[in-house]
């Protein structure tokens, strides 16, 4: 050390981001990379691959043709939701007006409660919350319709047990209330929980996905915002 000279101490970066799906890759690929320090491990069912024919951002996304396709990531404990979260996707969905398809669902583990995210026919993105009482879930926020063939940018935000959802920026529904902490092992991408092996456009999303990002213990959103121009950073 050279005298007169401090050490600089740089605290190491703050995890952030619990999972983070970019999905970058050669298009057709199947393989679904965690871009998170936790590097989660990623399932899939059907041909759901990556596509280079559209993107958000970084020339590439997801796409699942609404028979068999999803993505899943079971772990033990970094998929619990305790207290303040966020998870947000861009989506682009096709037309489907007969057919209700989920999109994100984060139930799971030792009981059935969580929320999920489900396009109606009306292609309207459906908030549920389930408590695990035995009525199943419960609709809580209804967005506009969606364009089909339009990137969207969706959000779920918890802050001091207050729930907000957002597309493109702009809260829709009412906030509501819940400071139950989720204890989920389960993410399911395309598909609800218990039913992977379920074949059928009722229960399988059609379309494209990008940038799907989940933050445990942090609310990014707690008022209408504009959706960031740049595709996530794992420290961010």
């Known amino acids: ?19 983070l799906l970019h999905f970058d890759g050669a298009n057709g690929s199947q393989v679904f990379v965690d871009s998170s320090l936790n590097n989660l491990a990623m399932g899939f069912g059907g041909n759901v691959q990556i596509d280079t024919s559209t993107s958000v951002f970084g020339g590439s996304c997801c796409t699942f043709d609404g028979v068999g396709d999803y993505l899943y990531c079971d772990h033990p404990t970094a ?7 966020t998870c947000e996707g861009r ?10 398809r989920p999109v994100f669902d984060m139930r799971g583990g030792t009981n059935n409660a969580g929320f999920f995210v489900n396009l109606n026919p009306s292609e309207q993105l459906d908030i549920y919350i389930d408590a695990n009482d035995g009525a199943g879930g419960v609709k809580r926020a209804t967005s506009g319709t969606l364009t089909a063939g339009t990137w969207y940018h969706w959000a779920i935000c918890r802050a001091s047990g207050v729930i907000r959802c957002f597309l493109n920026g702009t809260q ?3 906030n509501f209330s819940t400071s139950v902490a989720w204890d989920s092992t389960s993410l399911n991408i395309g598909t609800f929980v218990g039913e992977r092996d379920i074949g059928g456009p009722d229960h399988k999303y059609k379309g494209n996905m990008d ?10 959103y707690t008022a209408n915002f504009t959706p960031g121009g740049s595709a996530f950073d794992r420290y961010d």
């Open 211 to 220: 940038e799907i990002r989940i933050s445990n213990n942090l609310a990014r």
């Open 79 to 85: 998929l619990k939701l305790p207290g303040d979260f």
């Open 91 to 100: 989506m682009r969905c096709t037309a489907e007006t007969t057919n209700s």
């Open 172 to 174: 829709f529904g009412s």
């Open 1 to 19: 050390m050279y005298p007169g000279i401090i050490p600089k101490i740089v605290a190491p970066p703050q995890k952030k981001a619990t999972m």
